[in-house]
């Protein structure tokens, strides 16, 4: 039988903050199938650092290849919070389809005055507009269909669907 004398935490523990003075707070991916874009807009929040700072996007496939990899120079403005948006053309992205979702990683990496900020954001390179009266997802036809409730694969208790639709409407 083997015992235990110490056990937990066997000295002190000291929580220190540190204010934020480089890092990306919130990022919005766009995708465009139309004009082949790939649109990035992020929210820094910078502390006291002025001059340039250096962005970095890199495109990851699932197999962990950088397949998009793209450089910005911006000025930033000290102890403020700026929103910066940028564009990179991307000619030939395997598309996000419903039928086989194909997801990439985004990372995002900001450098300026020896401090550093990264992140990483999944995304699928789709788009759906509407068109007159036509549905579009990736520039083809998509035909939404209306499903009745007992047809859904829960159909055997409707009432059950039905009081969860009530409850959350």
């Given amino acids: 039988k083997a015992e235990v004398e110490n056990y937990?935490?066997?000295?002190?523990?000291?929580?220190?903050?540190?204010?934020?003075?480089?890092a990306v707070d919130e990022i919005f991916i766009q995708t465009s199938?139309?004009?082949?874009?790939?649109?990035?807009?992020?929210?820094?929040?910078?502390?006291?650092?002025?001059?340039?700072?250096?962005?970095?996007?890199?495109?990851?496939?699932?197999?962990?290849?950088?397949?998009?990899k793209q450089h910005f120079l911006r000025p930033l403005k000290a102890n403020a919070e700026e929103v910066f948006s940028f564009s990179i053309p991307w000619k030939d992205p395997i598309l996000w389809e419903y039928r086989d979702p194909t997801l990439y990683t985004l990372k995002t990496e900001v450098s300026a005055g020896g401090f550093y900020d990264v992140r990483n954001d999944r995304f699928g390179f789709r788009e759906f507009r509407i068109s007159g009266r036509n549905f579009l997802l990736n520039e083809k036809p998509f035909r939404l269909r209306p499903v009745l409730i007992e047809q859904t694969p829960l159909g055997s208790a409707p009432e059950v669907l039905k009081a969860y639709y009530r409850s959350v409407m």
């Fill in 8 to 22: 937990g935490i066997g000295g002190d523990i000291v929580l220190r903050a540190e204010p934020t003075v480089l």
């Fill in 33 to 68: 199938v139309r004009n082949q874009m790939l649109t990035a807009d992020l929210e820094l929040r910078n502390g006291s650092i002025s001059g340039n700072a250096d962005f970095t996007f890199s495109v990851i496939d699932k197999k962990g290849k950088t397949v998009l």
